[in-house]
């Protein structure tokens, strides 16, 4: 099932197991020591697809000037299915109707850069490092 939720509409288990998966797919698995709780959680849109209890794929919108999809993952355990694109073409479809002339950008890891690419996203920076991982920012040709 499908979920969009304010931070303080999260269950404790919801959250804990969101941070958990991040943690595990950001810093552990990708090696990358980098602050993932940076203080924005907060403020965003979660979108997460659970079934049974499962968090299976997840991505969080931040608003400022522009809306920025980020912390984009697929659970491990769930990879192959398609779920990265169902996950982002959902928050996609979200933003276009909840913010419909606000500009949409993110932040890729660059062998990232020609999935978000399927999606109209060009890349407008140059590769720069992240805890040790080449990344680009993006931004949704409108």
Known sequence: ???IK???????????EIFLLR???FILEQESLFEDIDGEDGEAIHIFYQEDDMVKSYCRITKSDKIVIG???VNPDYRGEGRGKELFDYALEHVKQEYP??????TA???????????GFR???ERYDIAGDQ???MALEQ
Not at 101 to 106: E, F, G, M, Q, Y
Request: net charge negative.
């Open 1 to 3: 099932m499908w979920n």
């Open 23 to 25: 943690q595990e797919v």
């Open 101 to 106: 002339s606000t500009p949409v950008a993110n």
């Open 109 to 119: 890891m660059c062998y990232l850069e020609d999935f978000y690419e399927t999606f």
């Open 123 to 125: 890349r407008i920076s």
């Open 6 to 16: 304010r931070f303080e509409e999260l269950s404790l288990g919801e959250l804990t």
């Open 71 to 73: 912390r984009v993952l």
């Open 135 to 137: 990344h680009v920012n």
